[in-house]
C-alpha cells in the first residue's frame, strides 16, 4: 500500500496525478439491521455501522451481493464486514 507523504500534510489534486497508486482505506464494520422496502421493485438494504470513523457513521447498501464464485447472498444483522472506501 502506498504510503502518503506531502511537504504541507495536505494531498493536493497535483499529488493525486502524479501517485500511481489510487488512495484507500478499509474499515470494519458491523451489520446492524436489514430494511425491508416498502416498494416491492425495490432492494432491501443493510444498514453498516463504520469502525474507526471519527464519529458514529452509519451506511445502508442495498443487499444485494456478490460473491468471488458469482453466487448472490444477503447481509446478516451482526455480521463483520470490511468496508473499502476508493
Known amino acids: 500500500m502506498a504510503k502518503l507523504e506531502t511537504h504541507d500534510g495536505i494531498l493536493t489534486a497535483a499529488d493525486l496525478a502524479t501517485m500511481t497508486e489510487k488512495p ?3 474499515l ?3 451489520v446492524e439491521m436489514t430494511i425491508e422496502s416498502t416498494i416491492p421493485s425495490q432492494p432491501e438494504t443493510a444498514q453498516i455501522a463504520v469502525g474507526g470513523a471519527d464519529h458514529p457513521y452509519k ?3 442495498e443487499n444485494t451481493l456478490t460473491d468471488e464464485n458469482g453466487e448472490e447472498f444477503r447481509l446478516k444483522p451482526g455480521a463483520k464486514v470490511l468496508i473499502t472506501v476508493r
Open 24 to 26: 484507500s482505506v478499509t
Open 28 to 30: 470494519s464494520g458491523t
Open 59 to 61: 451506511i445502508r447498501i
